[in-house]
């Protein structure tokens, strides 16, 4: 059976994400001992940098499906979207929280470190591998819940956007029909926005996904940004 896998680079995801979570909260000193043309990109930067960080924030938190396994960054869907978030005009800032090998228990564990700082969207793209390995659908279903519930928590006023999966039928038609319903119980249950499958019209053709058949290539991270454009729009706007 074939997994989400988890990139040999995941520990630098971590320290980018690391980084970039950082700057949301945290400035630098200027050092007095600096030239004066150094103090002036070190400003100009910093400015910039809290420009940025006034933006709200659209936080796409999920597996290798959202960290772009095996594409460029820029090739992965949340960058796409946030260039479409650009050309619209709007207001937002893309943060990209998507790490290869992530479950709903490796989600549940992190998302209070990741959920530092408020959000306006946040959009929950886990569950993907618990369903490839078979992991009984009620901890899949608890942990989705409580990282739903930690984000209203560290930010009630945020918006939660929820991408549906689906699964093959490895482990039987009765689990991965309730694999897929679950997706839309949660949706219901605490008022998410729900995008019904991310991998509408990429999920199970071949031109569209690397040899390992799971993961989309930079065309298909094209037509899942899409997916995700048509149901966020709406909320952005």
């Known amino acids: 059976m074939k997994f989400l896998h988890i990139r040999q680079t995941s520990y630098s995801v971590i320290s980018g994400l690391m980084l970039l979570l950082t700057a949301w909260g945290c400035g630098s000193s200027d050092s007095k001992t600096e030239s004066a043309s150094t103090t002036s990109a070190s400003k100009s930067a910093e400015t910039k940098s809290a420009t940025t960080a006034k933006k709200p924030i659209v936080l796409f938190y ?8 095996g594409v460029e960054p820029s090739q992965a869907f949340p960058a796409l979207v946030g260039q479409k978030i650009d050309s619209a005009g709007l207001n937002y800032q893309v943060v990209n929280a998507g790490l290869s090998g992530e479950t709903t ?3 549940k564990s992190r998302i209070s470190w990741v ?10 793209e886990l569950g993907g591998n618990d369903g490839l390995r078979g992991i009984p659908l009620k901890s899949t279903r608890q942990n989705l819940q409580a990282i739903i519930d930690t984000v209203r928590l560290k930010s009630p006023q945020a918006t939660i956007v929820l991408a549906g999966m689906q699964i093959p039928p490895n482990l039987g038609t009765d689990y991965t029909r309730e694999f897929r319903g679950l997706f839309k119980e949660l949706a219901d249950k605490n008022k998410l926005v729900l995008i019904p499958f991310l991998l509408e019209g990429v999920g199970g053709i071949p031109k569209l996904n690397q040899p390992d058949g799971i993961h989309p290539t930079p065309a298909g991270h094209k037509i899942v940004a899409e997916t995700v454009w048509k149901v966020l729009q709406p909320v952005l706007q």
Do not use: W
Not at 62 to 69: F, K, M, V
Not at 115 to 124: S, T
């Open 62 to 69: 999920g597996n290798s499906l959202t960290a772009g396994y």
């Open 105 to 107: 228990a490796g989600g």
């Open 115 to 124: 959920m530092r700082q408020p959000v306006a969207i946040f959009v929950l």
